[in-house]
């Protein structure tokens, strides 16, 4: 169920005009089945960025056990902004196998990158 129309078809937008193959196949995901949708509010992108290189450190250390199973940190950290006066926006879009989290401004007009989670 979509709750939030316009946020929706803005990223849709988004995700069409971007050159990133991972993008591109999100998109392809869509089109064979329209997932569940939530947003998140805006987040200080110095906070998102780190709570998420964290999570990137986890996902790639050897004493976890599902190391390596969440894909796109690399890309999403080298583009997510630092700094405190900038903010963004996680879509989450979810299937029953596989849930991906799109990381945009807060306007949903710039793409930082997105994480693909196998669900378990």
């Not at 991972?22 to 995901?29: I, Y």
Request: with cysteine; proline share 7%; hydrophobic share 35%.
């Amino acid at each position: 169920m979509i709750m939030n129309t316009a946020e929706y078809e803005r990223l849709i937008a988004l995700l069409k005009n971007c050159k990133d193959p991972a993008a591109a196949n999100c998109l392809k995901r869509i089109e064979q089945k329209i997932p569940e949708y939530g947003l998140s509010s805006a987040i200080p992108a110095n906070e998102t960025w780190d709570i998420y290189s964290r999570r990137k450190s986890w996902n790639e250390s050897p004493s976890n056990p599902k190391r390596g199973c969440i894909s796109g940190y690399d890309q999403l950290m080298s583009l997510l902004p630092r700094g405190m006066d900038q903010k963004v926006k996680i879509h989450d879009l979810k299937w029953p196998d596989t849930s991906i989290l799109v990381f945009t401004n807060e306007e949903t007009t710039g793409y930082f990158g997105l994480l693909v989670v196998p669900q378990m």
